[in-house]
């Protein structure tokens, strides 16, 4: 594997700027000053947030209203993730009570989080960051010195995995991201040492580690099973960014030479990004799929930890001292982008509209170009992939069959990346169809 860093910045542009964020994100209601650490969406408005002395709170109605749940603990909680309205964990860390044992509680509902089921982690001084399910049985854990761990039982038990020897095998582990149940990634790593990626092929089983950064990594970003973007740094580099375009062959470094502590990136739709930088109080923003980014300062200055998109047109971020925010998706209009080269292709009205259960979906590229057509339901969950791959000029019909999808609002969104030269940028528009069955 090669690791190329970048002294001059050929790919990657930046601009930072002291531009305020309330175009894009609104100060929302909040019961709580505690520090707020993590959140988790299911849907566009129900969704929990974790934080500082044992706090969980939920919402059902898009952060109108928070309801604080017993967590029957007083430790920080450092994640939760929710697999559904009903299944969900979270982990908390007792460090500063003095009474041990010292390490990690592990956290489960059945019901919501109306009741939580809090054991201790079986081997102290084991601080676990991340807690990831792929489905009620399947999840994994990564943390430190049991830095990856997976459960087949929905977490009555967890096993060791096997990681292939490196130096750095068993460096702290902070985030997982899959692109399907086999292939995914997790990510992490030690600040001034190195960062880390690990990849895995068979389902979390076994784990190849890589050395790919100088500073740790925060977060990874699949745009397709090729092309995949990770987002990490530390105090003294800032934010930088790792980029491959096979699928893990061949890894790029770059800096962005943004000052801050990256904590998270997240992508709206697939070229619209948000991250943010901790205690700068800044958000850094791509709306070109990672290739240039824009630092913004945040709303009230918020110090944000975390940001989730549950689906186009509603995002959440938290941050210390209880600060949430809410996207403006009236403001920035629904997952429609700025258009960088308005002509280079044309998306279509797809025909019919509405339709039951076949509709075509037209459109036209005017050099040769990389293209991405995905399918969305109204949550922004994505449904299916009709194009991903080297289309050259012309124009080109898709048929899309709903057969196996219930009546209503669905886009479908092109992402066009021009080839040819004459430009580098990623272009990307969004179109509305109805299925009425």
């Keep these: 594997m090669k690791i190329k860093r970048l002294l001059i910045l050929l790919l990657i542009t930046v601009s930072s700027v002291s531009l305020p964020a309330q175009e894009f994100w609104l100060s929302a209601y909040s019961p709580t000053n505690i520090n707020l650490k993590k959140a988790t969406f299911v849907d566009s408005v129900t969704g929990w947030v974790c934080g500082d002395s044992g706090l969980i709170m939920k919402t059902s109605n898009g952060g109108q209203n928070w309801i604080t749940q017993n967590t029957r603990t007083k430790t920080f909680i450092h994640d939760v993730f929710f697999l559904n309205k009903r299944l969900g964990w979270a982990l908390g860390w007792n460090i500063y009570n003095p009474q041990p044992p010292y390490g990690t509680y592990m956290l489960k509902t059945t019901n919501g989080g109306?009741?939580?089921?809090?054991?201790?982690?079986?081997?102290?001084?084991?601080?676990?960051?991340?807690?990831?399910?792929?489905?009620?049985?399947?999840?994994?854990?990564?943390?430190?010195?049991?830095?990856?761990?997976?459960?087949?039982?929905?977490?009555?038990?967890?096993?060791?995995?096997?990681?292939?020897?490196?130096?750095?095998?068993?460096?702290?582990?902070?985030?997982?991201?899959?692109?399907?149940?086999?292939?995914?990634?997790?990510?992490?790593?030690?600040?001034?040492?190195?960062?880390?990626?690990?990849?895995?092929?068979?389902?979390?089983?076994?784990?190849?580690?890589?050395?790919?950064?100088?500073?740790?990594?925060?977060?990874?970003?699949?745009?397709?099973?090729?092309?995949?973007?990770?987002?990490?740094?530390?105090?003294?580099?800032?934010?930088?960014?790792?980029?491959?375009?096979?699928?893990?062959?061949?890894?790029?470094?770059?800096?962005?030479?943004?000052?801050?502590?990256?904590?998270?990136?997240?992508?709206r739709t697939l070229t619209d990004g948000w991250g943010s930088l901790g205690y700068t109080q800044t958000f850094v923003f791509t709306q070109d799929g990672g290739r240039s980014f824009t630092q913004l300062n945040t709303p009230d200055s918020a110090v944000i930890n975390d940001i989730v998109f549950p689906g186009v047109k509603h995002g959440y971020a938290v941050g210390e001292s209880g600060k949430i925010l809410r996207f403006n998706a009236i403001t920035v209009g629904l997952g429609e982008e700025i258009p960088l080269k308005p002509k280079s292709f044309e998306l279509k009205q797809n025909y019919p509209n509405p339709f039951n259960p076949f509709t075509t979906i037209s459109y036209e590229v005017e050099s040769s170009s990389y293209v991405v057509l995905k399918v969305f339901d109204i949550s922004g969950k994505e449904i299916r992939t009709l194009q991903s791959g080297q289309q050259n000029q012309g124009k080109y019909n898709i048929k899309f069959n709903s057969s196996n999808l219930p009546s209503g609002v669905y886009f479908y969104n092109i992402t066009v990346r021009d080839l040819s030269g004459k430009s580098s940028n990623f272009i990307t528009q969004t179109k509305k169809m109805l299925i009425v069955k």
């Excluded at 201790?120 to 489905?135: C, G, H, S, T």
Aim: hydrophobic fraction near 40%.
């Design 114 to 267: 109306v009741d939580w089921d809090t054991s201790f982690f079986p081997i102290e001084n084991v601080f676990l960051k991340k807690v990831y399910f792929q489905d009620s049985l399947y999840g994994f854990l990564g943390g430190n010195f049991k830095n990856i761990l997976r459960t087949t039982n929905g977490g009555q038990d967890w096993l060791d995995v096997e990681i292939d020897s490196l130096v750095v095998m068993n460096f702290p582990v902070l985030n997982f991201s899959f692109y399907s149940n086999d292939f995914g990634y997790a990510v992490g790593g030690v600040m001034d040492i190195a960062g880390v990626i690990w990849r895995t092929t068979n389902r979390g089983q076994r784990w190849t580690p890589y050395i790919v950064s100088p500073e740790p990594n925060m977060d990874m970003m699949f745009f397709d099973s090729l092309n995949i973007l990770g987002f990490g740094g530390d105090f003294e580099y800032g934010a930088s960014i790792i980029t491959t375009t096979n699928s893990g062959a061949d890894w790029e470094y770059s800096s962005l030479e943004l000052f801050g502590l990256p904590t998270v990136l997240t992508f």
